[in-house]
C-alpha cells in the first residue's frame, strides 16, 4: 500500500481529517516505533477514513487490477486507506515516489508480534504491476525478519480485503464469500497449470546464450579471414624412430607425471615411464630409436643429470633428431633473472599470470590455433617466464603479469608480453626443445604439450585434426510434467541445430524414443510432443524400450521381442524412421555386461548393427573408455557431457554457470572432443527444455573449439562413426569381459539369474601333455573342490579364455558352473565319487582347467579381467619331453601330419612348410617356452597368486604335491590324500583308492608307453630350449621359495 499527494476520488461519504492531527501522529510514530494505540482508537480511526466508500472502492477497482485508493479530492491533503485491521502509518510525505511503511498491529492482546508492509506506487491501495511493487515482511517484537516475497504480500491484501468485506455484514455472507474466491482460486490454478499458461507467467526466461566469440568466426561460425592451414610435421626422420615417449619422472607418484600419463593414454600414444636419476633405459633397437620424444617432468633432473647419461642421452637425440619436452618444476626460492646451466636462457619464477595467447608465427602448433587470448588469471602462483638473447629461441606462449596482484609495479607502465612456454629450435647444440614455465593444470598447455609431441617427432606422434560428433538425445517422450518438450522448445531444438549444421557438416540431433509415455505431459507439453512429430524429418531417429525398461531383467527372449515390436509399431503408426540400425538400452543395460537376449532380440526386431555405453570397460576413467564387436553388433564408446536428467535449470548446476563454463572452455568437455576422434554425447530430453542448456552446451563448446583448435568438426549417421572407429582401432574389436562384480554399476544393470559367487577361484593352465587331467581327477576328490559341467565338445575344458567360445560372451561361460542351489546340494558335479562327503550348504571352491591356457597370447589379459583375483596353477615339465608326448599324442589320435611326418622333420619343419604342419611345429615348441609364458602370467598376476608344480613330483609323489596344493589355496578342510591315492603297478601311476583291492585310473589314453624319442631330437631340443631354461631358472630364484626342478638341471647339464 502507498501514500500519495495525487487527486484521488471516493464513493460515499468521504471525512476530512485535520493534516496537522495527522502529522502529529505520525511523528509520535517515529519517536516511539513500538507503540500501539488502543483498540477503540483504531476503530474511531477506521469510521473517521471514510470506511463507508471501502465497498465501492474495492468493486471500482480491485476487480480491474487497479488501486484502491481514499481521500482528498483535491490533493492537497494526504489520503489513507484503513480497514479493520489496524495500518498505523509510520512517515508523512508529500513526495509521491517515496516509500510509506506502516505497522499492522497482529492482535488486540499486546503480544508483541507485529506485521509491516512496504510499498511503492502513486496512490493508496493494492496496485497493479506495471505502476506498483508490495512486499510484506514479518517479524516478532516490531522487527522485520529481512525475508519478502510475492505470497506475503498477497496475504497482506487478502486480510484486509477479508475483513473489509465481512464487516458490518452476517456469517453466512461472509462464509459464502470465502467459499466463491476458493473456488474460482482453485478453478483458475488448476486450468493454468495443466495447460503450462501459469509455468510460464511466473517462470523467467533464463535460457543462457552463448557468449563465445572469436576473432577468427563470425556469429555463424564461418572464418571473417582464410586462416593458413595446419602445418604438417611429417619428415623423413620419423621413419628412424617408434612413436613412443619416454617419460622421466621424480617419483612413480608425483602429480605431473600422472597427469602426463593420463594424456598420453586418452590419445593412444604409447609411452614408458621410468624415475630419474637411474641408469638410462635401452634407446635403440639394431638402427632405429625407441623413442620419438623424451620428456621431463622437471628439467632440473635434465639439467643436472650426470655428465655421462647427459652424454649419452644428448647423442641419441642428435642422432635420431629426437626431441625433448621439459617443465620448470615449482620451488620455494624464487628466481629472478636466473640463467639456466649450460644455456643462454634466463627464468623468473612464482609468478601469478592473466591473459594467455600463442605466437601465430610457431612452428610447433597444428591442433592448437593461435589468435586467441585466453582472458583471466591462469591457475597457479608459481608461474615461470623465460628471458632469452638467442636466436634459437622462439616464444609459443605468452602471458601478461597479473596487474591485480602487483598492483605498484603496473603504474604507468605498459605490460610486455612474458614467455611462458619456449621452443628451442636446436641451433645451439643441435636438439630441439619446447620447454614449458608451468604445469598441465592449464588447459591450453594440454594442447600445446601434444603439438610439442608431434612436432619434435617429425609427425610420428600426430594426432588426426578430424573429430566427429554425434548428440544423442534420450528419453524422447519420458519423463514427468514440466520437464518434458513445449512447442518452443522444439523449435529451438530445429533452429539451434541449424546453426551447428553451419559449423559441423552433416549434423543432425539423434533422437531415441520411448512410445509408451507419448501424450503423458500437460496439454502444452503434448503439443511440443506433436511438433516434435511433425518434424520428424529434421532428426535421426533410434529406438529405446517400449516402456523404457532396462533389458537385462528379461530372461525371456520373446517378452523382451514383444516389447520391442511395441516401439516398433509406434515408430510405424508415427513415421519415425526405423531403419537407423542404431539403438541404445535405458540406462545401458545389457550392453556391458552383456546381456545374450538383447543382442539377439535387437537383430531379429531392429537389425541393430550399433550401440553404444558409456560402461566399457568402466565409466570412470572416461580416457580409458573402449569399444568392441559382440554378436556383429558394434558397440562404441558413450562420452558425456556435464548434463543430467536433473541438470534442468542454469542457476541449479552442480557448481553454477562457471562450473558449465569450465568444463566448455578448455575444460571436460572440450578435451574429450579434442582427445576422441569419434564422439558420441549422451544427453536427456530434459537438457533440452526449461532453460535448454544441452543447446547452450553444444553451440558454446563447438565455437570455443573453432576459436582455439584446427580441428575439422564434422558429423555422420552411427554406422558410418562405427566404421571409422573401428579402422582407426581395430585392436579394439575383440572384448575384453570384465567381473561385473567389481563395478557397483555394472552390478546394478546385470541379470539377476547371475551369480559372482560361482566364478572359478583357480584356475589350471597347463601347458598340455604335463599331468593337467591327473591334477584335475585329484582335485575333484576333494569334496570342498568343485569344477565345471563337462563340455559336450572339450569334455572337461571350457577352453573359454583362448579360441572363439570367449566371443560367446560370459553368460555361456557361467552356464559351465552350478548356481547356489545346485552347489549346495552337490549336484551337477563331474566328482560323484568323491572320498569326502559335502556338507549341504556349505561352500564350494570352484575351479576350471583348461590345459591351452597357458602359452595363449590373449589368455592372461583376459583371465585377469574377469577373475583377478583368482590363483593361477601350472604344471612343468622337460620342454623337450613336454613335445615328443604331444606329438606323440596327436599320432594316438589319428593327426594326418603326425602320421606322415617324423618328429625330427615336424620340430625342423621351416616357415615356408606347409601350413598344418608348421602348426603341429608351434604346438610342440611354442608351449615349452616357459619363462616367456609365465613372464606373460605375471604381468597381469602377482606372484603370490601362481602355483608352479614340479610335473614329475606330481607323477612320483602326488601326495605331497596336493597337500603343498591345498595350503596354497587354504582349502578347507584338508583332504589327506595318503588315505585316497594308491600307485598302481600296471598303469606306472597314481590312480584313486575305491576300497582296499581296487583303484579308478585315468583311461587308456592317459599313461600310454610310447618309443623313445631318438637321439637326434633329443640334442636339437635340448639346444633349442637352452635359452629358455636358463631364463626359467632366473625367473625361479627372482619368485624365490621355489626350488629347482631336477629335469630342469639335467636339461640344462646336458644342453651344455
Known sequence: ??????????????????????????????????????????????????????????????????????????????????????????????????????????????????????????????????????????????????????????????????????????????????????????????????????????????????????????????HVREASPAPDHRSEARLRIDPKVLVFVETTYSGLGRDIAELLVYNRIKYKIEVAGKSLPVLTNLDKGRYGVIVFENLDKYLNMDKWNRELLDKYCREYAVGIVGFLSPSEETLVGAQLRDFPLFVNTNLRLRDASLNPGSSVLRLTRAGETAWGALPGDDWAVFQH?????????????????????????VQLPLTTVLQDRGHLDGIQRVLFGSSLRFWLHRLVFLDSLSYLSHGQLSLNLERMILVDIDDIFVGEKGTRLRPDDVRALVATQKNIAAMVPGFKFNLGFSGKYYHHGTREENLGDDFLLQNVQEFNWFSHMWKHQQPHLYDNLTLLMAEMHLNYAFAMDHNIPTNSGYSISPHHSGVYPAHELLYVAWKKVWNVKVTSTEEYPHLRPARLRRGFIHRNIMVLPRQTCGLFTHTMYIDRYPGGRDKLDESIQGGELFQT????????????????????????????????????????????????????????????????????????????????????????????????????????????????????????????????????????????????????????????????????????????????????????????????????????????????????????????????????????????????????????RNRCLNPGKYAQHLEHWLAYYPAQQVHIIDGDQLRQNPIDVMNELQRFLKVQPLLDYSNHLRYDVKKGFYCQALNEKRNKCLGKSKGRQYPTMDERSGKLLQRYYLNHNTALVKLLKKLGSRPIPQWLKEDLSTGT
Not at 706 to 721: E, R, V
Request: some cysteine; proline content about 5%.
Open 389 to 413: 638473447n638467442h636466436s634459437t629461441y622462439e616464444p609459443v606462449e605468452w602471458a601478461q603479469r597479473n596487474t591485480n596482484e602487483y598492483p605498484v609495479d603496473s603504474v604507468g607502465q
Open 1 to 222: 500500500m502507498t501514500i500519495s499527494s495525487g487527486e484521488t476520488t471516493a464513493r460515499g461519504a468521504t471525512t476530512n481529517i485535520h493534516h496537522a492531527t495527522n502529522r502529529n501522529k505520525y511523528e509520535k510514530l517515529i519517536n516511539k516505533p513500538q507503540m500501539q494505540l488502543p483498540m477503540q482508537d483504531a476503530y474511531a480511526e477506521t469510521e473517521a477514513n471514510g470506511s463507508a466508500s471501502a465497498d465501492g472502492n474495492f468493486n471500482k477497482h480491485f476487480g480491474n487490477g487497479h488501486a484502491i485508493a481514499t481521500g482528498t479530492g483535491t490533493g492537497t491533503g494526504t489520503g489513507t486507506t484503513t480497514d479493520r485491521t489496524l495500518l498505523l502509518p509510520l512517515e508523512d510525505t508529500s513526495d509521491a515516489a517515496s516509500i510509506v511503511t506502516y505497522k499492522l498491529k497482529s492482535n488486540a492482546n499486546g503480544n508483541g508480534h507485529s506485521n509491516s508492509c512496504t510499498s511503492s506506487s502513486t496512490s493508496i491501495g493494492i496496485a497493479n504491476s506495471s505502476s506498483s511493487s508490495s512486499n510484506c515482511h514479518q517479524g516478532a517484537g516490531g522487527a522485520g525478519s529481512g525475508s519478502s516475497s510475492y505470497s506475503m504480500g498477497c496475504i497482506c491484501h487478502c486480510c484486509n480485503l477479508i475483513a473489509r468485506r465481512c464487516f458490518g455484514f452476517n456469517v453466512r455472507r461472509c462464509v459464502l464469500a470465502l467459499f466463491a474466491i476458493t473456488m474460482v482460486s482453485i478453478f483458475y490454478y488448476t486450468h493454468y497449470f495443466d495447460t503450462g499458461v501459469f509455468n510460464g507467467l511466473i517462470q523467467r526466461d533464463t535460457h543462457p546464450a552463448p557468449i563465445i566469440n572469436c576473432r577468427m568466426n563470425n556469429a555463424a561460425g564461418k
Open 673 to 920: 572432443i579434442v582427445y576422441n576422434p569419434i564422439n558420441i554425447f549422451m544427453t536427456h530430453m530434459s537438457n533440452y527444455g526449461s532453460d535448454r542448456l544441452a543447446l547452450y552446451t553444444f553451440q558454446s563448446v563447438i565455437k570455443f573449439l573453432q576459436c582455439w583448435t584446427n580441428l575439422k568438426l564434422a558429423s555422420a549417421p552411427p554406422i558410418q562413426l562405427a566404421e571409422m572407429y573401428f579402422q582407426l582401432h581395430p585392436e579394439e574389436v575383440d572384448p575384453v569381459w570384465g567381473n561385473p562384480c567389481d563395478d557397483a554399476r555394472h552390478k546394478k544393470i546385470w541379470s539377476k539369474t547371475k551369480n559372482c559367487d560361482s566364478l572359478p577361484k583357480f584356475l589350471v593352465i597347463g601347458p598340455q601333455k604335463t599331468g593337467t587331467t591327473a591334477l584335475y581327477t585329484f582335485l575333484s576328490m576333494h569334496g570342498s573342490i568343485a569344477s565345471n559341467i563337462a563340455s559336450p565338445d572339450t569334455f572337461e575344458e571350457v577352453q573359454f579364455f583362448n579360441g572363439n567360445n570367449y566371443y560367446r560372451g560370459l553368460d555361456w561361460y557361467m552356464d559351465f558352473f552350478p548356481s547356489g542351489e545346485t552347489m549346495a546340494m552337490g549336484m551337477g558335479m563331474p566328482n560323484s565319487s568323491s572320498p569326502m562327503p559335502t556338507q549341504v550348504g556349505s561352500p564350494r571352491y570352484m575351479f576350471e582347467k583348461s590345459a591351452t591356457y597357458f602359452d595363449g597370447e590373449a589368455v592372461p589379459k583376459r583371465t585377469h579381467a574377469l577373475l583377478p583375483h583368482a590363483k593361477i596353477v601350472t604344471i612343468l615339465i622337460s620342454p623337450a619331453k613336454r613335445a615328443y608326448s604331444w606329438y606323440q599324442h596327436q599320432r594316438a589320435h589319428g593327426d594326418v601330419i603326425a602320421n606322415n611326418y617324423s618328429f625330427y622333420q615336424v620340430i625342423t619343419a621351416s616357415d615356408s612348410a606347409p601350413r598344418a604342419l608348421k602348426d603341429l
